[in-house]
């Protein structure tokens, strides 16, 4: 079996209501969708999740993405084997560096391409399932920075929902008001429910230990990217002085970079992201990495369709040691998905394992065309 062709689709996803970080707005997500077309007539999809230049270490644009896809990552692709997921990963990484969020698309297609051919889930190729589902980890994508009796509202209604644990957005310019937003939302729900706090690395050192050991009165399970991702001193000294997990995202694109934060003990843990970290090859080799380093995995996704979710889905089923829940449904923060049989908005649960070849999904034509650009 080749690969034939490659088919790319920018999409422009409206929001139901704007996701804010520390470092801005989404208002929408330009994500681009890859097809690879096979000459046994199957084909594998992926998606590249395109983000505002705030969210990431240098500029992505939808148009920038699609270029690359375009050339040289067309040629690199076309006309080989499926099955040659070591050589293609060379091929990529010769016609151009970088750019792992656009060839973790190719990875995850190459994986759903694979799995439709042989008629097996995704998850079988990866050694099967560790698990059959996973807590999400509520609301959304992360409940944004707002006033603390908005975010203690959201919480409170949340929890009522049935999530059973939560994601507060931090980074305000006024750093007391994130640790009044914990409290008020503690008082709101009590404290049983297991809280992450995503600072986005928007803090200097000082500023986030000052801020954590306040937090840590109200109950702070896990803080994630307290520093910047390349700042792995300041991580340590953040780490060594508060009591709560600390996770690093932008810190870790790769094995290599999980080498770095083991060595540094900058983490308690790491959040992998398989459809922005290089798509499951890259996701299950920095899992290793950690694992043999003691540093515990916490999965996830930054904000996909269904999609992305079909590979975060296959990750999380086949990782054996995993600390803490996920985002749930993309309807939670999308108007519309793009698959045929969407998680449902407000699950509290998510399954993980199925029957079905691949990666499980099958695209929604009439959604796919009506968000398309162009």
């Known amino acids: 079996m080749k690969i034939t062709r490659l088919s790319v689709i920018p999409l422009r996803l409206p929001v139901k209501t704007p996701l804010v970080e520390s470092g801005g707005v989404f208002s929408e997500f330009n994500h681009v969708l890859v097809e690879l077309h096979s000459d046994a007539g199957v084909s594998g999809i992926a998606e590249v ?132 937003r914990l409290a008020a939302v503690r008082e709101a729900i009590g404290p049983d429910i297991p809280i992450k706090i995503d600072f986005n ?11 954590i050991q306040a937090m840590q009165t109200h109950g702070v399970q896990w803080i994630e990217q307290p520093a910047r991702y390349w700042d792995f001193e300041a991580l340590t000294m953040i780490r060594n002085a508060v009591s709560p997990i600390i996770v690093v995202d932008e810190s870790v694109d790769t094995p290599q970079d999980m080498m770095r934060v083991a060595r540094a003990g900058a983490a308690d843990a790491v959040h992998i992201k398989p459809t922005i970290k290089g798509g499951l090859s890259t996701a299950r080799a920095i899992a290793s990495v950690a694992q043999a380093a003691g540093v515990v995995v916490v999965p996830g996704t930054s904000a996909p369709t269904g999609v992305g979710m079909a590979a975060a889905r296959a990750f999380i089923a086949t990782t054996p040691v995993l600390s803490g829940g996920a985002h749930g449904s993309p309807l939670d923060i999308l108007v519309e998905d793009i698959v045929t049989d969407p998680i449902p908005a407000g699950s509290v649960t998510v399954p993980v394992s199925n029957r079905l070849p691949g990666l499980g999904i099958e695209l929604n034509q009439a959604v796919v065309d009506r968000y398309r650009v162009g």
């Open 201 to 211: 690395g928007y803090y200097d050192t000082k500023t986030a230990i000052s801020v």
């Open 49 to 180: 999740e395109a983000y505002p230049s705030f969210e990431r270490d240098g500029v992505e644009t939808q148009q920038g993405i699609v270029a690359v896809l375009d050339n040289p990552l067309r040629e690199a692709i076309v006309g080989q084997s499926p099955f040659d997921l070591a050589r293609i990963w060379r091929r990529m990484d010769q016609a151009v560096s970088g750019y792992l969020r656009v060839k973790a698309a190719i990875d995850i297609a190459l994986y759903d391409l694979i799995g439709r051919h042989l008629g097996v889930p995704v998850h079988d190729l990866l050694g099967g399932v560790c698990r059959d589902d996973y807590i999400v980890e509520g609301v959304g994508y992360g409940i944004s920075i707002d006033e603390p009796a908005v975010v203690a509202a959201i919480a409170e209604q949340a929890v009522r929902d049935g999530y059973r644990q939560l994601e507060l957005k931090a980074g305000d310019h006024r750093p007391q008001n994130d640790v009044d």
